[in-house]
């Protein structure tokens, strides 16, 4: 089970890793209600980020999505190629809809992201 494991190396944690991935992606991916903002990294591992605004709905909202999202990632991570910056950026909405349209847009990011 360790390979399912989300660790700090695999998460964008610093102001400036997500300002890198926010200001040049290389490639968007949008959904309904998520956008996936992609850059090459020059680390052998694949990492997280997450946003979500106020827009999205209260705090315990948020915070909801974003466990979900990160359960999603350390699920599936490995479909996706090694050595990429993903951001995950929740948009208004996201916080309402049911587990299968939040499974089905998920799967539809990792897909797209997966051919690069």
């Given at each position: 089970?360790?390979?399912?494991?989300?660790?700090?190396?695999?998460?964008?944690?610093?102001?400036?890793?997500?300002?890198?991935?926010?200001?040049?992606?290389?490639?968007?991916?949008k959904t309904?209600?998520?956008?996936?903002?992609?850059?090459?990294?020059?680390?052998?591992?694949?990492?997280?980020g997450?946003?979500?605004?106020?827009?999205?709905?209260?705090?315990?909202?948020?915070?909801?999505?974003?466990?979900?999202?990160?359960?999603?990632?350390?699920?599936?991570?490995?479909?996706?190629?090694?050595?990429?910056?993903?951001?995950?950026?929740?948009?208004?909405?996201?916080?309402?809809?049911?587990?299968?349209?939040?499974?089905?847009?998920?799967?539809?990011?990792?897909?797209?992201?997966?051919?690069?």
């Amino acid at each position: 089970m360790r390979q399912f494991k989300l660790t700090k190396s695999e998460r964008l944690l610093k102001r400036g890793e997500f300002l890198a991935v926010s200001k040049k992606p290389d490639r968007r991916i949008k959904t309904d209600h998520f956008l996936l903002l992609i850059k090459p990294n020059q680390l052998s591992q694949t990492r997280l980020g997450i946003t979500a605004s106020k827009k999205v709905g209260s705090a315990v909202k948020r915070n909801r999505v974003k466990r979900r999202v990160r359960e999603f990632f350390r699920a599936n991570k490995h479909l996706l190629p090694s050595g990429l910056d993903l951001l995950i950026i929740v948009c208004r909405g996201a916080a309402d809809i049911d587990a299968d349209s939040f499974e089905r847009e998920q799967k539809e990011l990792f897909r797209q992201a997966s051919t690069l």
